[in-house]
């Protein structure tokens, strides 16, 4: 069975909810399994044993979160020459601003990863046409990793 796996880190919980909602959408191809789990909690290992790659994070002073980037940093030299054209998708909750949205694009590039949509951004708590462009999201991911 393929895998799925999204990371995620929050504080107030707009991001968790966003990060259930990819998974949602994820969740509706049933030979893909998904795994949500907070960036500090994630490594190397699972990285690379996942065929697609969630980032979501929410922007904190302009940039993505400390531990998403914690993660990122963490799992560079490890991954670098195995995730080369991984599937991948990211979100950003903001409060109306979102420029961390272009950290996130630049580390994925670093990363080399085969970005299939997103950032898909979501202003706080994800209303009813962002939670469905989550869902959407996940599954586009869902069908590339096919
Ligand atoms: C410390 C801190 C810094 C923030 N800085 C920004 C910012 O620079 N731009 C912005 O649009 N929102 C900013 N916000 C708002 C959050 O990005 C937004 O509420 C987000 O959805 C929070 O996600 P969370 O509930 O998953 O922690 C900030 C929030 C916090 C707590």
């Given at each position: 069975?393929?895998?799925?796996?999204?990371?995620?880190?929050?504080?107030?919980?707009?991001?968790?909810?966003?990060?259930?909602?990819?998974a949602e959408g994820?969740?509706?191809?049933?030979?893909?399994?998904?795994?949500?789990?907070?960036?500090?909690?994630?490594?190397?290992?699972?990285?690379?044993?996942?065929?697609?790659?969630?980032?979501?994070?929410?922007?904190?002073?302009?940039?993505?979160?400390?531990?998403?980037?914690?993660?990122?940093?963490?799992?560079?030299?490890?991954?670098?020459d195995d995730v080369?054209?991984?599937?991948?998708?990211?979100?950003?909750?903001?409060?109306?601003?979102?420029?961390?949205?272009?950290?996130?694009?630049?580390?994925?590039?670093?990363?080399?990863?085969?970005?299939?949509?997103?950032?898909?951004?979501?202003?706080?708590?994800?209303?009813?046409?962002?939670?469905?462009?989550l869902r959407n999201?996940?599954?586009?991911?869902?069908?590339?990793?096919?």
């Amino acid at each position: 069975m393929s895998k799925i796996l999204i990371i995620y880190h929050t504080l107030s919980g707009n991001t968790e909810d966003a990060a259930h909602l990819v998974a949602e959408g994820v969740r509706e191809d049933k030979d893909v399994q998904v795994t949500v789990k907070l960036a500090r909690e994630a490594g190397s290992e699972d990285l690379l044993s996942c065929d697609g790659i969630v980032v979501g994070t929410p922007d904190y002073f302009d940039y993505m979160s400390g531990m998403v980037k914690d993660f990122f940093d963490r799992t560079f030299y490890a991954t670098r020459d195995d995730v080369r054209g991984k599937p991948c998708v990211t979100f950003v909750t903001h409060g109306g601003g979102g420029k961390a949205r272009d950290s996130l694009i630049r580390i994925c590039d670093s990363f080399h990863f085969n970005m299939i949509t997103g950032p898909v951004m979501v202003q706080d708590r994800p209303d009813e046409e962002e939670a469905e462009a989550l869902r959407n999201a996940g599954r586009m991911l869902a069908a590339a990793i096919k």
